[in-house]
């Protein structure tokens, strides 16, 4: 049992980073319709400028209190990953968003290849490593055996559970969240009620791009150390996170995010760890096709 209750912690520590990703595929396709299918490398770019942003604290200041650094890492890599995302829409998405459909589809895609080739040739093939990440651990008895818990794991969940709670106040409270609600049920009607579409879109982008740094800085904490092929596989299961929540829907890409945590990590300990992505797969593919909009995600009624 207690096997059991620590796979299911690492699931849950798993499929918190993968939710925070699957809000930025959700937010994305809830207002616009498109699958933004750099959002995973655009993860894996926070990811390494982490990595670079706190080398070079490290090698500026010499011995720094981790949690400032980390702090300070968390800002920096939230803005510039913002500012990328930004770009990324008004230049690769925005013209083509009146085309016919497969036009921006085409183009993210052309988008994830550039950014992934980019990382290779400016950081190499090879895994970036980091060192001074925490290594605390908890141990919890329980019953005969024992569990650990790390200040790794501890952070990841609590920054997920705090971030969705700020993002549901965002989206039901604010202004801004009331502008994305309109776009998302009709974006002309928004725009003759005076709803600045364009702009939406834009922080729409950049908000997600900012969950993707925070993610990418837990991924970064996580395994202590980055590679340029880490948006393509985390990139896909958020995709069936959010897919699996019922995309649209903010609460179901984070439960959606801890369930495919939960099978890849299950799997992996109990079957083959070979296989542990083709289960991830497989659920999307179930998904699509015995529940299409997924646990939360609402039908599409067609306007006439």
Not at 81 to 98: D, H, N, Q, S
Not at 174 to 195: F, Y
Request: glycine share 10%; with cysteine; charged share 10%.
């Amino acid at each position: 049992m207690d096997y059991l209750i620590q796979q299911v912690i690492n699931g849950l520590t798993l499929g918190s980073i993968y939710g925070l990703i699957a809000i930025g595929y959700t937010m994305v396709f809830g207002i616009i319709g498109m699958v933004n299918f750099a959002h995973g490398d655009v993860f894996m770019l926070s990811a390494f400028v982490a990595l670079i942003i706190f080398l070079a604290l490290s090698q500026l200041f010499g011995t720094i209190n981790l949690a400032l650094a980390l702090l300070l890492v968390l800002v920096a890599g939230m803005a510039l990953t913002a500012l990328w995302a930004w770009t990324i829409e008004r230049v690769a998405y925005r013209p083509l968003r009146g085309s016919f459909r497969l036009a921006p589809m085409i183009s993210a895609i052309g988008m994830s290849i550039f950014l992934s080739n980019f990382v290779q040739w400016a950081q190499g093939p090879n895994n970036k490593p980091l060192e001074m990440v925490p290594t605390e651990i908890i141990t919890i008895a329980l019953g005969a055996g024992s569990i650990t818990l790390s200040w790794k794991q501890i952070t990841i969940m609590v920054t997920t559970a705090v971030l969705l709670m700020a993002l549901w106040y965002l989206v039901q409270k604010t202004p801004l969240g009331r502008a994305q609600r309109a776009c998302e049920q009709d974006r002309k009607m928004a725009s003759i009620l005076g709803v600045d579409v364009d702009r939406t879109i834009s922080l729409t982008f950049v908000i997600g791009a900012a969950l993707a740094a925070v993610a990418g800085l837990l991924w970064m904490v996580n395994y202590s150390q980055v590679n340029f092929a880490d948006g393509y596989v985390p990139g896909v299961k958020a995709f069936t996170a959010a897919v699996l929540g019922g995309i649209g829907s903010l609460q179901g890409a984070v439960l959606g995010g801890i369930l495919i945590g939960l099978i890849e990590t299950l799997w992996s300990a109990y079957f083959s760890l070979a296989y542990k992505d083709v289960a991830a797969l497989l659920i999307l593919i179930v998904v699509l096709v015995f529940m299409p909009s997924g646990l939360f995600g609402r039908p599409d009624v067609e306007k006439v």
